[in-house]
RNA sequence: GCUCUUGUAGUUCAAUGGAUAGAACUGCGGACUUCUAAGCCGUUAAUGUUGGUUCGAUUCCAACCGAGAGCACCA
């Protein structure tokens, strides 16, 4: 079925033809259908009058009126139950039990095709750090929104395997004053963070060689080079013992924070990999007739981006090493040979917005066929109170003490519920990271944020437990409603006078929500959907304090069947966000 | 310097070319002691500055001021 601001529409612009306007003038013609703020005020509304007496020098108030009239008589009558002029807008009351729907979404442009997601992108050997939760809680959810739209997708990351930030570590190690970790006994959390400390190491050498002058510096830089060297054509078989055990450390802890976070990877690629196939690629472009690249300094291989508004990047280095730039086309290339996909979407932090521009268009002018295709998604970088994030200089939160942090939190609040050991550690696991994600998602995630630990941990107002809550006040109505009768006050219909006006405004929260995913899906804004989960889950909490579902031991079935649709709704909500819910807390 | 992004209560965030700019945190005050108080109710407080377009601008445009990012061999 059509949304229900998507079938206004359609009558308001039969309203136009109605009218004599020709269909040259409608195309032009742009208003909005949507859901009112003030729920008091109708369901929805449109502001047609107020953009037509604009183009037509008319009065707005005789145009809404006429317009309602207009609709009042074509609208469905088992849907509207009310259609209205206020001033210069209409607005539009629907039935009371008119239905929520929580299932797939029709979207001209996700339903049928074949979606590519691509984000969180950690690097192996380097510490998985608050920035990479972002990305990945933000790509969790653009990709849950494309599969609830309807298309069929996969999950890729890309990981670093090679470059610089390799070399710097496996440099930094040979200053570390502890062993390489490969005792049995040593879990892969302090494996891994030893290796975060060699890189650490390393960029602290590094620039304690730069202040000790010219010759210093180029003597470790020439240090760094050899070892990128070795590390990239794997020609030093000590290096590549360690470099392999650290990398397979490092998966192993990207694997558990996956699991904890609620992302299935189908495939991950590596820079290792998709290096060669990008710089055959761009090779071969080199000899054809006509190249779009060209050499620049020092024999490098150079797209020069200015014919097209864009930066001049360098693909091949004077090394012969192909960059990062030449590396995204080798991943275009597998991407496609892996699963042809319709649509592909990267998401990155947008300090990278411009490195993308270059990249899909030379992709698009090597390969149009998937150029076409590439979409880039940059989301604003995390900061904290007066301080930048660094993991160059250890000046980081990583993600997996973060996390701790926040279970302990989660867990202190549950010292007093009746839960085993386990649920308990379960729980606040599912809480704490419920907390970061919806943190992350309810602000527009193109903006950067500023992360304030203190209050996330502190787990109060707007957030992800917040709505939790919400589900587990109506598991617990639930399992306290089992064997009791049902109350004769159950004959009351739905929005009836006799509903509270918490039960009424719950109520007809409900439908948004399919409003809300549409949108949400359109724009790539996951923040509608965590806005309404909060005013649905507030309203919720203001229906479940003044009334009261269970009385004299008796159900009162209405109401039951208000909470059950709404923890529907809630638990659909957070699952398109990539949070889980909890049974209990 | 050039380019891009950005500026909303004390703080962190929503929203919108139009109906009264909406939350949360903080502060202050309150209720119940009943299905989980991670909750509920009340209260104070905001569109950086100056212009422009418009019947109407916080939203679009320009300049300025402030913040962030990018600007060839890192990713």
Redesign the pocket.
Same mark, same amino acid.
């Given at each position: 079925m059509l949304q229900i601001a998507e079938l206004i529409k359609i009558h308001c612009i039969s309203f136009l033809k109605k009218n004599d306007i020709s269909e040259e003038e409608i195309e032009k013609i742009k208003f909005?259908v949507?859901v009112?703020?003030?729920i008091?005020?109708?369901d929805l509304?449109?502001?047609f009058a107020?953009?037509m007496?604009?183009l037509f020098n008319q009065n707005?108030i005789v145009i809404a009126i006429n317009l309602a009239e207009y609709l009042h008589q074509q609208l469905d009558k088992t849907i509207f139950k009310k259609v209205e002029a206020?001033?210069?807008?209409?607005?539009f009351y629907l039935i009371d039990n008119f239905e929520t729907k929580t299932e797939k979404i029709n979207h001209p442009e996700f339903t049928g095709k074949k979606i590519a997601y691509e984000y969180t992108?950690p690097?192996p050997m380097k510490e998985f750090h608050i920035g990479h939760l972002m990305s990945n809680t933000i790509g969790e959810a653009i990709s849950r929104l494309g599969e609830l739209g309807g298309a069929e997708i996969k999950r890729y990351s #890309?990981q670093?395997d090679?470059?610089?930030?390799l070399a710097v570590t496996m440099w930094g190690l040979r200053f570390m004053e502890n062993p390489w970790p490969d005792a049995e006994s040593i879990t892969i959390t302090d494996k891994v963070k030893f290796l975060g400390q060699a890189y650490v190491t390393g960029n602290a050498k590094l620039a304690e060689a730069k202040e000790k002058g010219e010759q210093e510096y180029s003597r470790v830089m020439t240090e760094i080079e050899i070892m990128?060297q070795k590390i990239y054509d794997r020609s030093d078989d000590e290096v590549n013992t360690l470099y392999d055990q650290g990398k397979e450390w490092s998966l192993q802890k990207f694997e558990q924070l996956y699991e904890v976070l609620g992302t299935k990877f189908d495939h991950y690629f590596f820079?290792s990999q998709t290096?060669p196939v990008g710089l055959k690629i761009v090779e071969e472009n080199l000899h054809a007739t006509s190249s779009i690249f060209t050499t620049?300094?020092?024999?490098?291989? +150079?797209f020069?981006g200015e014919a097209y508004d864009l930066?001049?990047?360098?693909f091949?280095?004077?090394?012969g090493?192909?960059?990062?730039?030449s590396?995204e086309i080798g991943l275009a290339q597998m991407k496609y040979n892996v699963w042809n996909f319709d649509r592909s979407i990267v998401i990155?932090?947008?300090?990278?917005?411009?490195?993308f521009k270059v990249t899909n268009k030379a992709i698009t002018l090597l390969m149009p066929d998937i150029g076409s295709k590439m979409e880039h998604l940059g989301h604003?970088?995390m900061?904290f109170?007066g301080q930048?994030m660094s993991s160059r200089t250890g000046k980081i939160i990583a993600g997996d003490e973060f996390l701790e942090e926040m279970m302990a939190?989660? #867990?202190e609040?549950?010292a007093e519920?009746e839960m085993t050991e386990q649920e308990k550690q379960n729980?606040?696991k599912d809480?704490a990271v419920a907390?970061i994600k919806f943190?992350i998602l309810?602000?527009?995630?193109?903006?950067? +944020?500023?992360?304030?630990k203190e209050?996330a941990l502190?787990?109060?107002?707007?957030?992800g437990?917040?709505i939790?809550?919400?589900i587990?006040?109506i598991?617990?109505?639930e399992?306290?409603?089992e064997g009791l009768g049902i109350s004769d006050v159950t004959t009351v219909p739905l929005g009836e006078n006799e509903m509270s006006p918490?039960a009424q405004n719950l109520n007809r929260t409900l439908w948004r929500f399919d409003h809300m995913c549409y949108?949400a899906i359109d724009e790539f804004?996951p923040? #509608?959907i965590a806005?309404y989960l909060?005013?649905l889950?507030?309203r919720f909490?203001?229906? #479940?304090?003044?009334?009261? +579902?269970?009385?004299d031991e008796k159900v009162n079935k209405e109401?039951f069947d208000l909470c059950v649709k709404t923890r529907e709704v809630l638990t659909q909500g957070l699952t398109t966000l990539g949070i889980r819910v909890?049974?209990?807390?």
């Open positions: 909005t949507d009112n703020k003030d008091d005020r109708g509304y449109t502001n107020l953009v007496s604009k707005p206020a001033d210069a807008y209409v607005n992108d690097n #890309y670093g090679t470059g610089r930030h990128n820079e290096a620049g300094e020092n024999d490098a291989i +150079i020069q930066h001049t990047r360098v091949i280095n004077a090394k090493i192909p960059t990062y730039e590396k990155t932090a947008n300090e990278q917005n411009e490195v604003g970088m900061s109170v930048k939190s989660s #867990y609040k549950m519920r729980v606040s809480i907390a943190s309810k602000q527009n995630f193109r903006k950067n +944020i500023i992360f304030d209050k502190s787990l109060e107002g707007d957030s437990p917040y939790q809550y919400a587990v006040r598991n617990s109505i399992k306290k409603t918490e949108k804004a923040q #509608y806005q909060i005013d889950a507030s909490n203001s229906f #479940y304090s003044k009334n009261k +579902i269970i009385e109401l909890v049974p209990k807390m």
